[in-house]
């Protein structure tokens, strides 16, 4: 697990590294129109965003009520066995 952690963690640097030289790159290439086209991207993506993450919590709240409400339930799948013979066993 802690090995699974430190590679995702890695991995999220490099994104990260690779975002800033990217942004710097745009940056340099654009010049002070660079500004606009981030905040455009900027508010294409939160919108998309936005949307996804109302959907995932109207899931998410559903899943929850939904298994609130069958906690008080144990389903038995199949009907208690009960020995009902009469033998014995000798010793010998």
Do not use: C
């Not at 590679?7 to 002070?32: C, M, Q, R, V």
Request: net charge positive.
């Amino acid at each position: 697990m802690k090995e699974e952690i430190k590679y995702l963690y890695k991995k999220k640097d490099f994104l990260n590294i690779s975002l800033y030289t990217a942004h710097l790159k745009a940056a340099s290439e654009w010049g002070n129109d660079w500004e606009l086209i981030r905040n455009s991207i900027h508010e294409t993506l939160n919108l998309q965003f936005e949307k996804k993450y109302k959907n995932l919590d109207k899931k998410l709240s559903h899943l929850a009520n939904t298994q609130i409400e069958t906690d008080g339930e144990n389903p038995t799948f199949f009907p208690r066995i009960v020995n009902k013979t009469d033998i014995s066993f000798s010793n010998y």
